[in-house]
Structures are given as C-alpha cells and as structure tokens.
C-alpha cells in the first residue's frame, strides 16, 4: 500500500487585497448576478470569465420549471464563451452569488462538480490553467488551476 498525497492551494484574499485585473473579474461576476434567472431557488449566481485576449464573458444560472432543465451560472458563461469565441482561451473564471435575501454570500461558493468537470474539460481543450476566483464577503478564495478543485479528474486521456 501506498499513499497518494494530494497538495492543494487555496489563497484567501480580502476583497481589496485582489489585483485590480482580479477584483474588476470578481465585480463583473458580482453584477452578473443580477440578470440570473433563479424565481425557484432564490439564488442569483454569477459567472464572469476573461479570456487570453481580455474579452469578458459574463453568464448566470437559469432556472426552470422542470428543475433539472436548468443550468448554472459557470456553465451558461463557459459554453457561451466557447461557442462565441471557440479560438480564444479562458485564463480566469469569477464566481459570486446572492442568496434569498438578496445579500451576497458570506462564504464564497465553490462551483458544483458538473462545473467542475466543464471546467477541467476547458483546461485541457486550451491547455492552459484557470485561475479561478471564488467571492465571498468575509474573503475571496483563489485557486490556479481546476486541479485544486477537481483532483484525479476524468480527462480524455485516461480513455487512451
Ligand atoms: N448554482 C450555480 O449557478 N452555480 C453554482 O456553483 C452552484 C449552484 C445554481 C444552480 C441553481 O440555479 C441554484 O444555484 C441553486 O442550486
């Protein structure tokens, strides 16, 4: 028997410790939160991506009647990114959300595993790391790379 010992990094910062490159991503997702569609869970999440050539794409979640049908925040910005721009990289991802009170979120909110695997498909297509962003109003968690969400991933080589 072995171990496998995975180190992950999470950089916490406070919201006016971020570069300013980093803090206007976090303000575009935080705005991003108010054109979500979200009347059945009452919680607006937004996405905001930048792209190689600095190109920001925003997107939030969008919900509907039959609950599954619905799609989140990082995934409706991702897909439209990549279908709009499919020849330029995505260097960093922002996610912030607001809850039933209309408030943004305390803790940050980390993308679910969907998107997380979206996120590491985006990676490998690109082949280049996301630096994700992840507010919250007592701090914001930053990551390098999809692999310090996403260990062990599935990728398209493991079908080699
Ligand atoms: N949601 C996102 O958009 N992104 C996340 O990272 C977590 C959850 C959405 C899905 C649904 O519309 C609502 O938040 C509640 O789960």
Redo the contacts with the bound molecule.
Sequence with gaps: MKNININICVRVYSYEELTDEDRALVDEAKQATYRSY?PY?Q?N?GAALRLNDETVVTGS?Q?NAAYPA?L???RTAIFYANSRYPDHPVKALA?A?RNKSGVFTDKP????GV?RQVINETENRYKQPIRILLYGRQGVYAVNSIQDLLPLQFNESDME
């Design positions: 979200a869970s919680f999440v979640n919900e619905a989140c925040a990082e996610i959300a909110v980390a993308p679910c998107c």
